[in-house]
């Protein structure tokens, strides 16, 4: 019998690498969706099957992190092995327009999850292994490089719910014997990046702009320093986590920390433009209160797991200017002849 995971936010950036990667492993998994009017699996299309054909190793539910009795019903019918909650309003802009509705989703969904994990357990006697995804962004106003021992200091509804989502996880830990695990991971990148984040907003507009189909990219803080990884690589210490004898936490970060001009400076240099001819700053994207430098500092992980990041700063800019020239490529040949793209990431005709 393949060992079975499930994993709330399956629909983002790193629950679609992450379920490539346990598929690699032979593992079942099954995910958690919302229901939307339209589509939002268009990262998984590639690996989704029909779920009568008795190949089929990728299962979706709907759910919601807001909702405990649906978390609850999930976790009976599944009977997972492995529990990854990635779930999450994860845009640290937004969450200061959405506070109350971040922190539902991002501290209490998880302390729902965790409830229905305790009982779960207490019922069919047998063990979950929890992994609870937190951020760089707790961190906030600390000076890097930060590691496991750095006190947190969030400057956003988004960091604040991190902190206390993380410290839940620590208690049922502690309380109940649980086997939970927080990752700290530092900003991770990839061409499946949304395109509200900064590095695939600036990827997405080089290839839009080389193709004629952009004029302008705006911009808020372009001296944020941050530590950027490679999302395919950190999905890997994710599950490395959960595979040690003893739960525990550990940050995971490249150790190298980039401002956003530096990112521009690549992902614009690549096609051999300026970026400042093309590049303007906006005000709406400034956040209230700024997290201006995250390092990491993650010797822990690298000792005790033997995790290295794979992908470079260069090599993860390079990679995903790639990926969305031919995006804006593909997008320009549809206009020409007709037809729009119905979905950012997805063209049809």
Known sequence: MSRKALITGITGQDGSYLTRLLLGKGYEVHGI???SSSFNTHRLEDLYQDPHQPETRLFLHYGDLADGTGLRRILERVQPEEIYNLGAQSHVRVS???PEYTADVVALGTLRLLEAVRDYTQRAGRQVRFYQAGSSEMFGAAPPPQNERTPFYPRSPYAASKVAA?????NYREAYGLFIVNGILFNHESPARG??????KITR????????LQKKLYLGNLDARRDWGYAGDYVEAMWLMLQQEEPDDYVIATGESHSVREFLELAFGYVNLDWRDWVEQDPRYLRPTEV?????????ARERLGWRPKVGFRELVFMMVEHDLELARQEKLLLENGHRPVHAGILRA
Request: net charge positive; aromatic share 12%; hydrophobic share 40%.
């Open 33 to 35: 969706i919302r229901r």
């Open 96 to 98: 200061f327009d959405q």
């Open 205 to 212: 507009a080089v290839g839009r702009i080389v193709h004629g």
């Open 195 to 200: 395109e509200t984040f900064v590095t695939r």
């Open 292 to 300: 201006h430098d995250l390092c990491g500092d993650s010797s822990k």
């Open 166 to 170: 993380h410290w839940f996880a620590v």
